[in-house]
Every structure is written in structure tokens, then in C-alpha cells.
């Protein structure tokens, strides 16, 4: 198996522009995650889905911030409009069991100008 | 809100040295995960521990599981500079989530 794929790798924008981040997860893998990792607060956990459905999206900062899972086999976490405190890495993991093993992506750099 | 706290921060050592890094909560956790990360890349899983008291070796590293599962420490003996790394620890509590701790980041001089 490929591992989790996320993309872009990096991404610089300017402030109030959209940003679109994705993830492909591991193939059979029931959980996705969505983490944010800065140095300040280490790794924050924002969203996890179950079988394409959302669970708990508490981490989530603020309503600029959505995240989906049409299937399987891809989910996406947008931020619109974007501002430079969401600059930080943004790491997708997935997982067979809710508190099991995390494979994370190489995660996307994102730079807010 | 379940916290875990790691310690040190930061540490810098020379090749060959040994050394104890730790991971602390007041919380109670049914299992504790350690990963490493490397610049530029996630988190990769290097044990879980699950029972009180547990140790567990990998190589020359050896991580234990305090009696009341509060908290855990990773050993290192003769660190190697494939060792630098940042370590994670994450507890599974009663929420039913994963919680990271900050991290350690380790550099080992050769």
C-alpha cells in the first residue's frame, strides 16, 4: 500500500484566499483523522471520521474551517477565508480502530501570507 | 481535557550517550502510544504499551508503562544520531481519543 497521500506538500496563499487541503487514506482503514501541528500547541487533533461520517469535529477552530468525506477514499479540509494564524502543518492520518495505530501523510506545509 | 506532558523539551546529546525521556498526566490512560517524527514527515509508531507496569523493548530503545498508567518513559542507551528525532507520546483515555503530547525533540551529535 502507497500509505496515506496528502496534497498539495506546500501551499503559500495570501490572507482571505480559500485553501483547499487532500487526503487519500489507507485502503481499509475505517478512520480518518484530520491534525494541525504547530510549535506551539504540538499536534492538535480538529476532525475524525468513521466510515465517511463525521464524529467529532470539537477541534475544529472556527467556522472558516470545513471538512468532508465523500467516500472511502478521500476527504478534504478546506479553510475560507484563510488567515496567517492558520499557518501551521497539516497532517492526515487514518486508522482501523479509533484509538489504534495512526498512519499519518507527510502532511501539508501551509504558509498564510 | 486529558494532558500530557513531556519532558525535557529539548535535549542534545553526543553519540554513545544514554538518556530517559518521560511522559507524565494525572489522567488515566487504557493505552500509550510513542511515535518519532522526522523533519518533513508524520509520525511513525514505534510501540504501544497497554498494561500497567509493561516495558517493552525495541532495539535500544525500552519504553515502560507506569503501574497506574498515568504515565511512561522511553530509555535510549547508546543514542545514535539516526536516533534525532521528535517523540511523541499519546494517550487513549476515557474520551475515547487520542491525546499528543507536545513532543521531545532529541539531537544527537556525532
Known amino acids: 500500500d502507497a500509505g496515506v497521500i496528502q496534497s498539495p506538500r506546500h501551499e503559500v496563499t495570501e490572507m482571505g484566499q480559500e485553501v483547499t487541503l487532500r487526503c487519500k487514506p489507507i485502503?481499509?482503514?475505517?478512520?480518518l483523522f484530520w491534525y494541525r501541528q504547530t510549535m506551539m500547541r504540538g499536534l492538535e487533533l480538529l476532525i475524525y471520521?468513521?466510515?465517511?461520517?463525521?464524529?467529532?469535529d470539537s477541534g475544529m477552530p472556527e467556522d472558516r474551517f470545513s471538512a468532508k468525506m465523500p467516500n472511502a477514499s478521500f476527504s478534504t479540509l478546506k479553510i475560507q477565508p484563510s488567515e496567517p494564524r492558520d499557518s501551521a502543518v497539516y497532517f492526515c492520518a487514518s486508522s482501523y480502530f479509533r484509538t489504534g495505530e495512526l498512519f499519518f501523510g507527510e502532511g501539508s506545509r501551509l504558509t498564510v501570507l | 481535557t486529558q494532558l500530557l506532558e513531556q519532558s525535557p523539551q529539548f535535549l542534545s546529546i553526543q553519540e554513545g550517550e544514554n538518556l530517559t525521556v518521560y511522559c507524565n498526566s494525572s489522567s488515566v490512560f487504557s493505552s500509550l502510544q510513542w511515535y518519532r517524527q522526522e523533519p518533513g514527515e508524520g509520525p511513525v509508531l514505534l510501540v504501544t504499551v497497554v498494561t500497567g507496569g509493561e516495558v517493552k523493548k525495541l532495539k535500544r530503545l525500552t519504553f515502560q508503562f507506569g503501574d497506574a498508567r498515568k504515565d511512561s518513559s522511553l530509555h535510549i542507551t547508546a543514542a545514535q544520531p539516526g536516533d534525532t528525532g521528535l517523540y511523541l507520546c499519546a494517550g487513549a483515555g476515557a474520551n475515547s481519543k487520542l491525546t499528543f503530547g507536545k513532543g521531545i525533540t532529541l539531537s544527537v551529535r556525532p
Open positions: 471520521f468513521n466510515n465517511n461520517v463525521p464524529i467529532d
Open positions: 485502503s481499509g482503514h475505517d478512520y
